[in-house]
């Protein structure tokens, strides 16, 4: 499988350098160790799909036919659940699937919009208007199958399936037994198959069935199997999964509590053994105890041991330990299990602000959904990192996963990457099953030093209310039970002061900047932090706001009325020293939400600093430039080709850090400006085809150069990949961005053509994408058509090494192509 520390490094950062410290990163090596029993073997390769049915019991394989599911074990009446069934006609897919972005866009004819009413939302608009529901049986229901590969050899193990997530209501079908059911679409979930294996020669069928049909967010949110599956091999004697639970403080002292599970009859004498291992590998502390533990029952250790000089982790070195535990019984190895860790500490203050090893630290947090141009929901670990560079190019430094707990790999990153995270449940709730989902998200993701806040909800109804409190309260108790180093938030557009405050530690704005003071003044020890802000609305490339188009300005002067501008949100949090930092809505735009126009044919928020394919916004540069205060910038906006608008006025912005920046039209100069804090440089200037160059200067020094030129008409493609080697793991994912140029190498900014490519050699065309919210074209299609000059295609690689040449072709224009060295 791949090595997600490599492919980490491998994938540089959007833009510039983002300087030595990220270079230097301490990433956990591991040191040679004796063999464990434990195997842990990711499930992605080899599954065979098909479509269920979710009204039709004989379109869905005959699961439910009659009223006897659960009458027999081993008996759940679905057909694939036979070793001998035929799945031939079914497709063969690879995980993670997200079945809902393979979907056409369906119109709701029930709707019919009133232009008065400004707020007139379509409910279809919401999820982006893919057939998955109730009212789509058809296409809500899917079947997955594979088999296990399990060995005589597994007879004496125990052996697990663990899920990362799926969506949504899943039922796990082993050799026609009915082993696991689970309904939330985000939190992992895991089960122990051992006395449903054969352990002979004869095949295990594995059938799982999601229902997508009911929904949890308010956006898209995908269907399938969307994440990782795991198969799970231990001794009877093992650290049961998320089973070490670890803190450490900057002084050095590492505690852990350890859980050993005895899953047989006869007790076990256990020597535990911690070890803590550095960047290279090297053992820098260790600790041993002994416990006996009897037969079926789990017991837990608790160990302590000293780094000596640790090193911290932080946003800007984001230093990392390994935790291995080694579970024998006599000489004999029994388990082997590691956790990763770094030493930090996190201060919230409400008159200060933000602490990170003692040093304060402005949060300039971005919002995310999971959802990525080609691929929907089942973004592949190399995306996820992808992404998170791009933010972290950006100036970026915090993550909140909006509104649900993250995949595993995206924590990973931003451990490894330096990106503090705000970690949500999907479900704001004290009854039974969301406590169960709130436990597994504490206990799986406490250990993740990026992990700073546990966050219990986002704009509930009950906020406010008393009920809200008591449900709070409880959530609160479970949280801080399992986790008390971490801090409490939750991210309000109201009732601030009321209903769940007082089950906080942290207080989560969004938008309603107007009532902070209101709120400080009864809560005057509550940190604040903007857990949403701005809402800020912009479509790339276009700069004006046109609604027979459904597209947005550009120029940072749209919000909707519960928001504000970047500027306007930026310059008041980073004003206040008492309000801890914010977090934009959103890094990336996203299906669903089609925010100003949530109506047809808009299927796509407007919300991101950068579209769906991560391509920047003009307002990246703003973010960049006030973010990033060690890296020059400048950058120009509009685009330089207005036909038919010569000596008409054009607003000209500059987005620079720079002292001062001067622009010149054609070699004729329009005057030197200073950039305000936090704001821009601005020219009115009479249109004129040629050359806007911009000069930015620190002192008297010339530092940059910035350039927009009147682009000629298309004359060719240019593929830009974001790096040329690839891991030939079946895994790893090129980013691929096209652009449409000129003659002399221009981007033509209106540019919209149909580019369709090829993929030769050891990869495959995952899916494709182009920014245009309005767009209905297919993700997962061979072509797609340029969006304001640009388009994107995702490669994937085989399991074979070799060379992968990617084709990008358009009628009339010269094509491109680009290599790479997959091994």
Not at 472 to 487: F, H, S, V, Y
Request: some cysteine; hydrophobic content about 40%; proline content about 7%.
């Amino acid at each position: 499988m791949i090595d997600r520390r490599s492919l980490i490094r491998a994938l540089p950062l959007a833009g510039a350098a983002i300087g030595p410290a990220l270079a230097s990163a301490a990433e956990p090596a591991r040191s040679p160790q004796a063999p464990s029993p434990r195997q842990r073997i990711r499930l992605d390769d080899g599954w065979r799909f098909a479509f269920g049915h979710a009204a039709d019991p004989d379109r869905d394989f005959g699961f439910g036919a009659i009223q006897d599911t659960f009458a027999k074990q081993g008996r759940s009446g679905a057909k694939p659940a036979a070793a001998d069934y035929d799945d031939g006609g079914w497709r063969a897919v690879t995980l993670p699937h997200d079945w809902a972005v393979e979907l056409p866009f369906v119109q709701n004819n029930a709707f019919t919009r009133n232009p008065a009413d400004k707020d007139d939302e379509d409910p279809a608009a919401a999820h982006g208007y893919k057939p998955v529901g109730r009212a789509f049986p058809e296409t809500s229901v899917g079947w997955y199958r594979t088999v296990l590969p399990i060995s005589p050899a597994d007879a004496g193990s125990r052996v697990s399936l663990e899920f990362d997530g799926a969506f949504r209501d899943s039922t796990v079908i082993l050799n026609g037994y009915v082993v696991a059911q689970h309904r939330g679409g985000y939190t992992a979930f895991a089960v122990d198959i051992t006395e449903f294996l054969n352990t002979d020669d004869k095949p295990n069928v594995l059938l799982v069935r999601v229902d997508a049909s009911l929904g949890e967010g308010w956006f898209y949110e995908g269907a399938g199997l969307y994440r990782h599956v795991w198969l799970v091999k231990t001794s009877p004697v093992h650290v049961p999964k998320w089973g070490v639970f670890v803190r450490a403080g900057r002084d050095g002292r590492v505690e852990a509590d350890i859980e050993v599970a005895n899953h047989r009859d006869a007790p076990a004498n256990a020597t535990i053994e911690a070890v803590v291992l550095d960047a290279a590998g090297t053992p820098v502390a260790t600790a041993t105890t002994g416990r006996a533990v009897g037969g079926w029952r789990t017991e837990t250790v608790a160990l302590a041991c000293a780094i000596p000089s640790p090193r911290l982790w932080s946003t800007d070195a984001p230093n990392l330990y390994v935790l291995r535990v080694t579970l024998r019984e006599g000489q004999a190895i029994r388990d082997t299990y590691e956790t990763r860790f770094g030493v930090r500490d996190v201060r919230f203050d409400a008159r200060e602000g933000f602490f990170l090893n003692d040093r304060p630290l402005k949060l300039k947090g971005v919002n995310n959904h999971q959802d990525h141009a080609g691929v929907g929901a089942a973004i592949p670990d190399a995306l996820q990192v992808w992404r998170l560079k791009q933010l972290k190019a950006l100036g970026a430094n915090a993550y909140r996963a909006s509104h649900n707990p993250p995949t595993p790999e995206l924590l990973d990153a931003c451990d490894e990457l330096g990106l503090l995270v705000i970690d949500e449940t999907r479900q704001m709730s004290s009854a039974p099953e969301p406590l169960d989902e709130l436990r597994g998200l504490i206990r799986r993701d406490r250990n993740h030093p990026c992990v700073m806040l546990w966050s219990i909800g986002n704009e509930e109804p009950q906020q406010g209310t008393p009920r809200g409190g008591k449900i709070a309260k409880a959530m609160a108790r479970e949280i801080r039970a399992l986790d008390p180093t971490r801090k409490i938030i939750a991210a309000m557009n109201r009732g601030q002061g009321d209903g769940i405050t007082e089950a906080l530690d942290v207080m989560g704005f969004n938008y309603h900047e107007d009532l902070i003071e209101p709120f400080r003044a009864r809560y005057p020890d509550m940190p604040i932090i903007g857990t949403e802000t701005a809402s800020a609305v912009s479509t790339r490339g276009e700069y004006a706001r046109d609604n027979q188009r459904a597209v947005v300005s550009s120029y940072d002067v749209d919000a909707p009325y519960w928001g504000k501008t970047a500027h306007a949100w930026w310059s008041l949090y980073n004003a206040k020293p008492y309000l801890l930092g914010g977090f934009v809505w959103t890094g990336f735009d996203y299906r669903g939400e089609p925010t100003p126009f949530n109506w047809w044919p808009s299927v796509a928020s407007n919300f991101g600093i950068m579209d769906s394919c991560g391509l920047p916004k003009d307002i990246y540069y703003y973010y960049q430039a006030w973010w990033r205060p060690e890296l020059p910038v400048l950058h120009l906006l509009p685009h330089w080709n207005w036909e038919g608008r010569e000596g008409q006025p054009i607003s000209v912005w500059a987005y620079s850090n720079l002292d001062t920046v001067e622009l010149f039209l054609n070699g004729r100069s329009l005057g030197r400006q200073a950039p305000p804090k936090d704001g821009h440089a601005e020219w009115s200037v009479p249109y004129a085809p040629g050359r806007l160059v911009a000069y930015g200067y620190k002192g008297d020094k010339l530092v940059l150069k910035a350039e927009r030129r009147t682009a000629g008409p298309p004359a060719r493609l240019v593929l830009t990949p974001d790096r040329p080697r690839l891991v030939a793991d079946g895994q790893d994912v090129a980013v691929v961005n096209v652009s449409v140029v000129d003659k002399d190498g221009v981007v033509a900014p209106r540019a919209a053509v149909k580019v369709d490519f090829d993929v030769l050699g050891q990869g495959r065309l995952i899916g494709v994408g182009n920014g245009d919210p309005n767009s209905h074209e297919a993700d997962k299609a061979a072509f797609r058509t340029t969006f304001n000059g640009w388009a994107q295609a995702l490669v994937q690689t085989r399991k074979s090494a070799g060379a992968i040449r990617v084709w990008a072709r358009s009628e009339d224009l010269t094509p491109a192509a680009v290599d790479f060295t997959s091994r």
